[in-house]
């Protein structure tokens, strides 16, 4: 295994590092203040669009999408990209200067993937121009969504139309106000085999039946302006020419969706980690309890030691699992993307708590990241699959390998 970044990378990760340095970096606590004011709630930092307009003339733009599509894309491949999603993840609201958030990510791979002409031009091109935002509706209140195969979303065909009927929550995106477009999953056919019951339909915002219920908070955080919602449809009706490839692929596409989004969630947690490793270390000689720095205490020097092993190990298994589904596929890498979904979370978690016990009181406030690093990172233990799933799954064939015959 070879993880030397391509020249490509290496002069993006450059570019990226300057242009985050020089533009947000500056603005961090003003935008940060202004998301946690709630008299700001689902409204955007008046800043954001110029910030945007700047990244997208400098060709930071939609970096993530892993093969070239339009005017905007840089054609990366999974390897290449990680390094700057980690750069990105060091802010938490970094990634939509660079029209690099999720979910508008993942639906957008989906979209290029498997949308038609029509839909491409509808949804994916306002998409990869950052004019809109959207959401990606699994996840429901009622069933055990870590199984998806369990949903029970209806969408049922009545003419030239479907109809959808259910209540889903999780929502990430839904509260943004320029949140225009949803992909629903739910079932065609309850009757089909298990694994292609599921469809997947786009959804516009504003069709009549769909409510947005509630807003969710996170620890308390709104995650103003995108937020996370319950959203209930009600005889939601939209045109057949809406499902995405056909009846029966929701599932597999849900599967090619998830791959690459799991590596962009676990870099971003390892730029967390990294950062955070940051902000202890200058906290260290910054401190003076009883007479000494805190960097000259063992059980100091312990913490920074543990988590820069911890960071690494998390970084080169993430980048292994990129450098596996670039060559092999999603499918060949799902034993790494499994092992890096249960890893880098819950390391980041511990690197986090680490830096806020050094920081002491202002670890745990506002003043710094730390706090909302936190809730993200735990967040990230249960989305796009909770950890006992993967360790389940990753249990059962690494079981079967070591048993064949």
């Not at 606590?29 to 689902?42: F, G, R, S």
């Amino acid at each position: 295994m070879n993880f030397d970044y391509s020249k490509k990378s290496i002069a993006l990760q450059e570019k990226l590092k300057a242009f985050i340095a020089e533009h947000l970096l500056p603005v961090e606590h003003e935008v940060d203040a202004y998301n946690l004011d709630p008299k700001n709630v689902w409204t955007k930092w008046p800043g954001l669009e110029n910030l945007k307009a700047k990244a997208k003339a400098e060709g930071l733009w939609n970096l993530f999408l892993p093969t070239s599509y339009g005017d905007y894309s840089a054609g990366l491949t999974n390897l290449e990209y990680a390094p700057l999603a980690e750069l990105m993840g060091r802010i938490l609201w970094a990634s939509e200067v660079f029209n690099c958030s999720p979910p508008d990510t993942g639906n957008m791979e989906v979209l290029a993937k498997y949308g038609t002409p029509e839909q491409q031009k509808k949804w994916l091109q306002p998409l990869l121009d950052g004019n809109i935002r959207s959401a990606f509706l699994m996840t429901e209140p009622d069933v055990a969504s870590s199984d998806a195969t369990n949903i029970e979303t209806a969408i049922v065909a009545d003419e030239d139309a479907y109809v959808i009927n259910g209540k889903k929550w999780w929502s990430s995106g839904a509260m943004d106000p320029e949140c225009k477009i949803a992909i629903v999953m739910g079932k065609t056919d309850i009757d089909a085999p298990r694994h292609v019951q599921q469809s997947m339909i786009l959804v516009p915002m504003d069709t009549p039946g769909l409510t947005i219920v509630r807003h969710l908070p996170v620890f308390g955080y709104s995650d103003s302006p995108e937020g996370h919602a319950e959203i209930l449809l009600d005889n939601v009706r939209v045109p057949k020419s809406n499902i995405l490839v056909g009846e029966g692929k929701g599932f597999e596409i849900a599967q090619g969706r998830l791959g690459p989004g799991r590596i962009h969630h676990c870099m971003r947690l390892i730029g967390m980690a990294q950062r955070s490793l940051e902000l202890m270390s200058e906290r260290t000689v910054a401190r003076k309890p009883f007479g000494r720095t805190l960097d000259t205490y063992s059980s100091i020097r312990q913490d920074i030691a543990k988590s820069v092993c911890e960071i690494q190990q998390a970084r080169l298994l993430t980048l292994s699992a990129a450098d596996k589904m670039d060559k092999q596929g999603n499918k060949e890498a799902k034993d790494l993307i499994a092992m890096i979904k249960i890893v880098a979370p819950n390391m980041a978690l511990k690197v986090i708590d680490r830096a806020m016990q050094i920081m002491g009181g202002k670890g745990v406030s506002d003043d710094t990241p730390l706090a909302h690093f936190y809730a993200a990172a735990r967040t990230l233990r249960l989305a796009d699959g909770p950890d006992e799933v993967h360790m389940s799954q990753l249990g059962k064939n690494t079981i079967k390998k070591y048993t064949k015959g």
